[in-house]
C-alpha cells in the first residue's frame, strides 16, 4: 500500500473513534444539564485532560511549532505566559467557581452565573455576555476550521474546502449528539494522543539527526544564512513583545470553554488533583511543540529542502521520520487538537443560545426541548464559522489570538471579582464587560495591536471600569453578602453544597 493509504486508514480510524464515543455520550446525555455540564460528574483527570486539549487547539501542533520555526525561542514566552495563567487559573478559579456556580442557583454556564450571583433581574449581564459569546466563538471556531482545512491540504492534497467540511462535518456529528460528555470524553482521548505525538516526534526526529549536538548545529547553520538567533529568548524581543506574549496568559480566567471545566468537576476538592495533571500534561506538551519548531530549522536546513507554510513542520517531519501508519496516527494527534477545541466552543456557544438568551424569556420547555434546541445552536454556530473560515486570508494563530483576547478582556477580570470581591455590583459588571470587550475588539483591529496585544488594554480597561463603576453604584445586599461568603466556605471544604434559590 502506498503511504497515503496508510495514513488515511489511519485518519478513518480515528474519525470512527470519535463517533463511536460521540454515541455512547449521547446515550448518556438525558437533560439540558448534561448536555451542557454533564451532570457536574466529571473526575478531575478527565477534566483536566479535557480542558488542556480543548484549550490548546491546532495552536498547539501547527501555530506554536510553525511559530518557533520561523522566529525561535522568542516566540516561546506565548507557552510560558499560558502555562502561568493556566497554573493559576486551577489553583484560584476553579474551586471557588465549582462552589459558587452551584450556590447560585446552579448557574450551569457563565452568563448565568454572572446574572444569579449579582441578581440581575433586568437579564442584562446574561444578554450581554450570550452576545459575547456568540461573537468571539465565531471566529474562534473559525480558526480550527482553518486549521483543519490546511491539515488536509498540507497532509493529503486535498482541497482546502474539502479538507474543513471533513473536520467540521465529523467534529459537528459527535457535538451535535453528546453535547457537553461527547465533547469531553472525546477530548480525553485527544489529550493523549496529542501529549503521545509531542513526546514521540522531537525524540525521533533528535535521534534521526544523531543527538541534540548535531541539531545545534544544524541550527546554528541555518542563523548563519539567515543571520537570525533561534536559540535565543530575547532576539529581536521588544519589552512591549515580551509583554504581549506573556500576557496570553491572563486570557485564562475568561475562556467559557475552559473553565466550564471547573463548573463540571465533583467537587471544589477536586482542583487540586486537576491541577496537577493539567499542567503536567501542559508543560510536555508544549515543551514538545517547542522542540518540534527548533528541530524543524535543523532539518530543513541540513537537507537542503524548503518549507512553504512554517506552520505544517510538525505535519512534515511525522510524514518523513514515521511508518505511514505510524505517520497517520501522529496526524490524527493534529486533528485531535483541532477537533477538540472546536467542540467544546461549539457547546458554550450552544448554551449561550439556548440557556441564556432563549430560556430566560421564561417558556416553558422540556427536557428534550431545550437538547433540541441546544443541538440547533451547534449547528448554527458551526456553519457561521465555516463560512468565516472560507476566507484565508487570516492565519490560525491571528484568529487564536482575536478571540482569546475578547473573551480574556470581557469575562476575565468579572470573573476573578466575582469571586473575590464582596462589593462588585451588576452595574459594575455590565460595565466593565461592554468596556473590556469593546477595547480588546477596537484595539486588536487597528494598527496599535501589533504595538501591544489586545488583551492587556481590554483587561485593564475592562478591571478598572468594574471596579470603579461598583464604587460608585449602591453595595449588594445582604442576601447577596451572604451568598459570597457562602460560596466561600464551601470551596475551602468548611461546609457542605447546597443550592441557594
Known sequence: ???????????????????????????????????????????????????????????????????????????????????????????????????????ANNSITIPSFFENRLRDSAHLLRIAAGVIVLVFFTFYVSSGMVAGGTFFESSFGFDYTTGLLVVGGVTLAYTLFGGFLGATWTDVAQGLLMLCALVAVPIVAIADMGGWGAVREGIAAAD????????????????????????????????????????AIRSPRDAKVGRRIGISWMIVTAAGAVVTGLIGVAYINVNGLTLDNPETVFLYLAQVLFHPLVAGLVLAAVLAAIMSTISSQLIVSSSALVEDLVRMTGREMTPRFQVMLGRLGVLAVAVVAMVIALDRTTTILDLVGFAWAGFGAAFGPLVLLSLYWRRLTRWGALAGMVVGATVAFTWGRSGLADTLYEIVPGFVAGLAVAVVVSLLTPRPDDSVIEEFDAARRVAAGEEPETVAS
Not at 444539564?33 to 479535557?50: E, I, N, Q, T
Not at 518557533?68 to 502555562?83: C, D, F, M, N, R
Not at 529581536?236 to 466550564?260: C, D, E, M, N, R
Open 224 to 263: 548563519t544564512i539567515a543571520a537570525a538567533d533561534h536559540l535565543s529568548f530575547l532576539a529581536g524581543a521588544s519589552a512591549t513583545g515580551i509583554i504581549s506574549a506573556v500576557a496570553w496568559g491572563l486570557g485564562y480566567f475568561g475562556q467559557p470553554h475552559i473553565i466550564v471545566r471547573f463548573m
Open 1 to 103: 500500500m502506498s503511504d497515503q493509504t496508510w495514513q488515511t486508514i489511519a485518519i478513518v480510524a480515528y474519525l470512527a473513534l470519535m463517533l463511536g464515543i460521540g454515541y455512547a455520550a449521547f446515550r448518556n446525555t438525558k437533560d439540558l444539564d448534561d448536555y451542557m455540564l454533564g451532570g457536574r460528574r466529571l473526575h478531575p483527570g478527565v477534566a483536566a485532560l479535557s480542558a488542556g486539549a480543548s484549550d490548546m487547539s491546532g495552536w498547539l501542533l501547527m501555530g506554536l511549532p510553525g511559530a518557533i520555526y520561523v522566529s525561535g525561542l522568542v516566540e516561546s514566552w506565548i507557552a510560558i505566559g499560558l502555562t502561568i495563567g493556566a497554573w493559576l487559573n486551577w489553583t484560584f478559579v476553579a474551586p471557588r467557581l465549582r462552589a459558587y456556580t452551584v450556590v
